[in-house]
């Protein structure tokens, strides 16, 4: 099992910039997919981006494209998200999710999850 913890979520000013970092523990971090979801209040949780298990694919939900990069370091156990030009509806809890490599990619299944990093971006 995988241990997720998500960091670097704070306050911007919309237009504004940050990056949201999620680190694994417990398992070799190589052998997951990893995604972020957000959830905003009295929202659904939703899918925000995803990133395939050696980095080479990545998928990512229709209003963050250009926006949001997501991004890996299997040797630090990390996965990133660069969040750019930040609009007042990117505020949320952004969860970092991870499933193992047996299972495919592409589903935006996820079956490990973090505690959440609150990001608020200010109008």
Same mark, same amino acid.
């Given at each position: 099992?995988?241990?997720?913890?998500?960091?670097? $979520?704070?306050?911007?000013?919309?237009?504004?910039?940050?990056?949201?970092?999620?680190?694994?523990? $417990?398992?070799?971090?190589?052998?997951?997919?990893?995604?972020?979801?957000?959830?905003?209040?009295?929202?659904?949780?939703?899918?925000?981006?995803?990133?395939?298990?050696? $980095?080479?694919? %990545?998928?990512?939900?229709?209003?963050?494209? $250009?926006?949001? %990069?997501?991004?890996?370091?299997?040797?630090?156990?990390?996965?990133?998200?660069?969040?750019?030009?930040?609009?007042?509806?990117?505020?949320?809890?952004? @969860?970092?999710?991870?499933?193992?490599?047996?299972?495919? @990619?592409?589903?935006?299944?996820?079956?490990?999850?973090?505690?959440? %990093?609150?990001?608020?971006?200010?109008?």
């Amino acid at each position: 099992q995988v241990q997720l913890v998500e960091s670097g $979520g704070g306050w911007v000013q919309a237009g504004g910039s940050l990056r949201l970092s999620c680190a694994a523990s $417990g398992r070799t971090f190589s052998s997951y997919h990893v995604a972020w979801f957000r959830q905003a209040p009295g929202k659904e949780r939703e899918f925000v981006a995803d990133i395939n298990w050696t $980095g080479g694919s %990545t998928d990512y939900e229709d209003s963050v494209k $250009g926006r949001f %990069t997501i991004s890996r370091d299997n040797a630090k156990n990390t996965v990133y998200l660069q969040m750019n030009t930040l609009k007042f509806e990117d505020t949320a809890v952004y @969860y970092c999710a991870a499933r193992n490599v047996l299972y495919s @990619y592409g589903n935006r299944r996820y079956d490990y999850w973090g505690q959440g %990093t609150q990001v608020t971006v200010s109008s």
